[in-house]
């Protein structure tokens, strides 16, 4: 029962307290009710919140707050559900109080270490504060074109079993599997998470990526061979245009593959802000990269990703990134068209996108 209350400034009733309030209740607050697909924001309400439970629902004015209970005017503001990003890379808990200042209650952190365990195991806890966490353990990747040096690499079915094992070992219970991972290594890979129990998330391996590929040259892997292998999502619609359409952006081809999707019954955090941004960074040459909220991004990977960011600058959008951006969203509403379950999520901890707000773009993008 994660509330956030949508707010342009903090009213003083929101200071820090010596005292925990008994309860908080919101009086004459407008609430965007998430119970099904025909409820709509329902104006001066009064919400009474005890502990972590939602305890009554009224209209404003007609709830008395317990005695010591914190009451928060909510007249001209929204109480709506905490937000939840679906595909962040977490790199420091500092970024934790980004994500709760834009009302992002839920985190799904796609490429784990072990300090991130530590700091799921102390939200859990109530050492910190923080959004509920999730995380998978280190990316499962083959040699390749997308190896990078923090994910575990196998490449035979043993490596990769030992790996699964080693991560559930750890702590880890969600696995996610990346691009260039051999044959022998998915199989092993989904058979070994199934038997421990552990869920399987990621793109969807290709295998070995040869000269050609994918305009001229098939996938080693064809992209069917994913589907229902127990893929919990598909991360990205950049990853399932190219893997699924060979990069081809062919509506009718794109209908199909949504089709597949929804009978096969996998989700998809589509990520679109996260390739929207590219488009942006080269379209102002680089401005957008300083637009208000960028302090809130790690310095480590502003640092890290100079080169990246000097390339967007100076490419052509227009020649493929824009026509991608804009595929990438009709192809996202094919998806919702065919009842494609959908996640939002932003890829937050790449350079360029702002913890917490993105989520906000994210959203925007996919209405």
């Known amino acids: 029962a994660w509330l956030v209350f949508v707010i342009n400034d903090l009213p003083n009733t929101l200071e820090p307290k010596t005292v925990k309030p008994s309860g908080v209740l919101f009086d004459n607050v407008r609430v965007l009710s998430m119970v099904d697909e025909t409820s709509v924001t329902q104006s001066l309400q009064a919400v009474l919140v005890i502990g972590d439970k939602i305890t009554k629902i009224a209209a404003a004015g007609e709830i008395n707050a317990p005695d010591g209970a914190l009451i928060i005017d909510g007249r001209g503001y929204t109480l709506m559900p905490g937000l939840i990003d ?32 530590r700091l799921m195991e102390r939200i859990a806890n109530g050492h910190l504060l923080g959004p509920d966490f999730i995380t998978t353990g280190p990316i499962l990747n083959s040699r390749g074109p997308n190896e990078l040096v923090l994910q575990t690499t196998v490449t035979t079915a043993e490596e990769a ?126 401005t957008y990269l300083n637009r208000p909220g960028t302090e809130m991004i790690n310095p480590l990977v502003t640092w890290f990703s100079k080169s990246a960011q000097q390339y967007w600058r100076q490419v ?3 020649v493929y990134e824009a026509p ?33 707000a993105s989520v906000a773009r994210e959203l925007e993008l996919l209405v």
């Open 86 to 117: 679906a595909h962040i890379h977490l790199n420091d808990e500092a970024e934790l109080a980004a994500y709760l200042a834009h009302g992002v209650t839920g985190l799904r952190n796609m490429s784990g270490y072990p300090f991130h365990l």
């Open 161 to 286: 079993r030992l790996a699964v094992r080693a991560q559930h070992s750890n702590g880890y219970r969600h696995v996610k599997v990346y691009s260039n991972l051999t044959r022998a290594a998915f199989d092993a890979i989904i058979d070994e998470t199934a038997s421990m129990g552990m869920t399987v998330t990621g793109h969807s391996p290709e295998g070995a990526r040869t000269k050609g590929i994918p305009h001229s040259t098939p996938f080693e892997i064809p992209w069917e061979a994913s589907l229902g292998r127990g893929f919990t999502t598909f991360e990205h619609i950049e990853t399932l245009v190219w893997h699924g359409l060979r990069d081809k952006l062919d509506q009718q081809k794109m209908r199909l593959l949504a089709a597949a999707i929804a009978e096969s019954g996998e989700a998809v955090t589509p990520t679109l802000h996260a390739h929207k941004r590219l488009v942006l960074i080269a379209q102002t040459q680089g």
């Open 316 to 318: 052509d959008a227009s």
């Open 324 to 356: 991608h951006a804009d595929f990438f969203l009709s192809a996202t509403g094919l998806l919702h068209e065919a009842s494609v379950p959908l996640l939002t999520g932003t890829d937050s901890g790449s350079f360029g996108i702002i913890p917490g």
